[in-house]
């Protein structure tokens, strides 16, 4: 049989016979919207933000490697200060730390004279050395000048005076820092240093911080001074002396004390301690071996420690605490009177 003539098929018609399979078909829509949408976050994600980034809820803490006098000076400036209405033009500055262990915890002002400092001359602070060199430049020299209390191989002052007198005189430097625990004007020395480079026409500033002696009891939760407890006065002592000898040996007539509240720093030794206590109950008309005491170590550290007690008791209260073999409770701070009892500290 004759084959039949094959008639010619247009484009058009192929087309409209052929179809995509259903399964393809959603496969490529899919691919479709994917790459569509992968683009659009790509781009989104390219553009500058209109919103500035939310900070961290973790504090940055200031290194070495870090700005830190433009930081300062830059916060110092926004708030109307500038460098020489800091450092007014002396070159000695006696700077009193408080109670700060961490350079967090100091001044504005501190913080940047240190940052701006060549030499720092530091007592055997609450403030590690290590923390000092975070604040300072790396070509600053930071030296320890400390004394505790009897200990023979503490600097003498005269050696101190002498050593901050070579540095101030030293054209080579132009910002010399005296650290000090506390206030400077508080049971220091101050006074002898300040008039050696007095004699130099030396020019210098003293920079005041809160002293131990209020800071200390507050950080155990013990008020100086309660209206309800009729405790309106207070006083403070340092219960070492300049020989090491302890405030319970020094003869003191306390009953001329007309005060609510006995403060006494530089408690070390417990045997002091407890000769410090049996002296003001003895030779005090208000004060018995029953009066309310306490003892706030490590004040404001993380190994803060309070022993309350009475005048009668307090040593062996801290003895059974700590065991009879401990021989010191340095450093920390004695109060006597009603708010010794009281325990006002935060949770």
């Given at each position: ?56 809820s973790v504090p940055r803490r200031i290194s070495s490697d870090d700005s830190v006098h433009s930081q300062v000076e830059s916060l110092l400036s926004s708030l ?106 508080l049971f220091g020395r101050s006074r002898t240093e300040i008039e050696a480079i007095r004699k130099s026409s030396i020019g210098y500033q003293v920079t005041p ?30 219960g070492t002396d300049a020989g090491g000898k302890g405030a319970g040996e020094s003869g003191r007539d306390w009953e001329s004390m007309d005060v609510d509240t ?86």
């Open positions: 049989q004759p084959v039949a003539a094959l008639e010619p098929v247009s484009t058009q018609e192929k087309m409209s016979s052929w179809s995509l399979p259903p399964r393809c078909a959603r496969f490529l829509l899919w691919n479709f919207i994917y790459l569509s949408w992968l683009g659009r976050a790509s781009s989104f994600a390219n553009r500058t933000p209109r919103w500035p980034s939310r900070p961290s109307g200060n500038d460098r020489e209405t800091i450092l007014g033009g002396t070159k000695v500055h006696i700077i009193g730390t408080g109670l700060s262990d961490r350079v967090a915890d100091l001044p504005l002002r501190t913080l940047f004279i240190l940052s701006r400092s060549d030499v720092v001359l530091h007592d055997a602070l609450s403030l590690p050395e290590e923390e000092i060199r975070r604040v300072v430049s790396p070509k600053c020299v930071v030296r320890s000048v400390g004394k505790r209390g009897d200990d023979k191989k503490s600097m003498k002052q005269k050696d101190i005076d002498e050593m901050l007198l070579k540095y101030a005189t030293d054209d080579s430097h132009d910002v010399v820092v005296r650290l000090k625990g506390g206030d400077p004007f911080n809160l002293s131990s002696c209020v800071a200390g009891p507050h950080f155990g939760g013990i008020p100086l001074t309660d209206p309800i407890l009729g405790a309106q006065s207070f006083a403070v002592f340092s006995l403060v006494f720093l530089m408690i070390g030794r417990l045997d002091k301690l407890s000769l410090l206590c049996e002296k003001i109950s003895e030779r005090g008309i208000r004060w018995s071996s029953q009066s309310l005491c306490a003892v706030v170590q490590n004040a404001g550290k993380p190994r803060q420690r309070v022993w309350r007690g009475t005048l009668g008791n307090l040593g062996d209260v801290i003895r059974t605490d700590l065991g009879k073999e401990v021989l010191t409770v340095s450093p920390a701070i004695l109060v006597v009177g009603p708010t010794a009892a009281l325990d006002l500290g935060g949770n």
